[in-house]
């Protein structure tokens, strides 16, 4: 079996250490799945730091150089286009659900017969609603096969569009530690400090 992911930028380091764990998995079990980055980064991440491929251990393409508003709509929905009726595969992931260009796959997906699925990070806290939005969204959602979601407010942002629990899959998130993490280094740091972390601390960004 073969699966064909489209996600939206290479640039997070968490996006690859999921991707390469799932192309680890995959192999173990006979599936085959490949990486379509549309293209490196955004706009607002480029300026935080370069790509770094280091963190991406799986077979992957990139469509676009640079970032993803750099590209345009119609230029991205004909490359998307393009790259689906080219590579062919028994299951389609969906980057999301929020742009034209997504919603152009899912219609290809819809007409070529191909099962897909989506990526889904939103909750019901994000943003106040929209009618027309919201209509829009059942629409979608009641086209996919299945659901990769964020974690459990995701899981019942979906389920509120009345998606079933069964094809919502919430396990689908990871943190790029550094390539010279030690767990046990760590914890002796932590041994030899234990007057100042008996207490539990908190750091909030966002």
């Known amino acids: 079996m073969h699966v064909l992911i489209y996600h939206n930028i290479l640039w997070p380091k968490h996006i ?16 085959d799945a490949s990486v379509v980055h549309l293209a490196e980064t955004q706009n607002m991440r480029a300026g935080l730091s370069e790509v770094d491929r280091s963190y991406h251990d799986y077979p992957f393409r990139v469509l676009f150089r640079g970032s993803y508003e750099k590209v345009g709509v119609a230029r991205m929905t004909v490359a998307l ?11 389609v992931v969906l980057p999301g ?23 889904v990070d939103s909750t019901g806290y994000d943003r106040a ?18 659901f990769l979601c964020y974690g459990t407010r995701s899981k ?10 069964a094809k919502i899959y919430p396990g689908c998130q990871a943190t790029a530690l550094a390539h010279d993490y030690d767990a046990a280094e760590v914890q002796c740091v932590y041994d030899a400090s234990a007057e100042i972390f008996h207490v539990p601390r908190f750091i909030y960004v966002g």
């Open 16 to 31: 690859g250490a999921v991707f390469s764990k799932l192309s680890s998995l995959g192999k173990q079990s006979g599936i």
């Open 81 to 91: 286009i393009k790259d689906l009726l080219t590579h062919r595969s028994d299951i």
């Open 97 to 119: 659900y929020e742009r034209i260009e997504y919603w152009v796959m899912l219609g290809l997906c819809v007409l070529m017969r191909r099962p897909r699925l989506v990526f």
């Open 129 to 146: 609603k929209n009618r027309w939005k919201e209509s829009a969204k059942r629409i979608f959602f009641a086209r996919c096969n299945g």
């Open 156 to 165: 019942e942002y979906l389920l509120s569009y009345g998606v079933p629990a």
